[in-house]
Nanobody, 120 residues
Framework: VQLAQTGGGSVQAGGSLRLSCELSVRPVRNHAMGWFRQAPGNEREFVAGISSEEDTFYRDSVKSRFSISRDYAKNTLYLEMDSLKPEDTAVYSC???????????????WGQGVLVTVSS
């Protein structure tokens, strides 16, 4: 499985951005996809995840502001980010794993990462 990301960039606080992540294959077994981010000097953290059954999961700080979704026809994962804050500034990476959404587990494939910068 390979993941190719697009999106990211710079935006002012309160603005919106959408990240995309295209999969190289169409998984037929149970799998999960997710978004992680890493800010300078910080550890990577889980942002959002979606299961094969389209159950969604979010870290508390992004609930009601971020939305994870996928388009099966386009084989693409999205992260819609609204009401962005300076503390959302980070490199965002999409990820794939066989099995369930598990923020603490090892993920099997990663996108290349894109920088999101939110200015105040």
């Amino acid at each position: 499985v390979q993941l190719a990301q697009t999106g990211g960039g710079s935006v002012q606080a309160g603005g919106s951005l959408r990240l995309s992540c295209e999969l190289s294959v169409r998984p037929v077994r149970n799998h999960a996809m997710g978004w992680f981010r890493q800010a300078p000097g910080n550890e990577r953290e889980f942002v959002a995840g979606i299961s094969s059954e389209e159950d969604t999961f979010y870290r508390d700080s992004v609930k009601s502001r971020f939305s994870i979704s996928r388009d099966y026809a386009k084989n693409t994962l999205y992260l819609e980010m609204d009401s962005l804050k300076p503390e959302d500034t980070a490199v965002y990476s999409c990820a794939f794993r066989w099995g369930e959404v598990d923020a603490a587990a090892v993920w099997d494939a990663w996108g290349q990462g894109v920088l999101v910068t939110v200015s105040s």
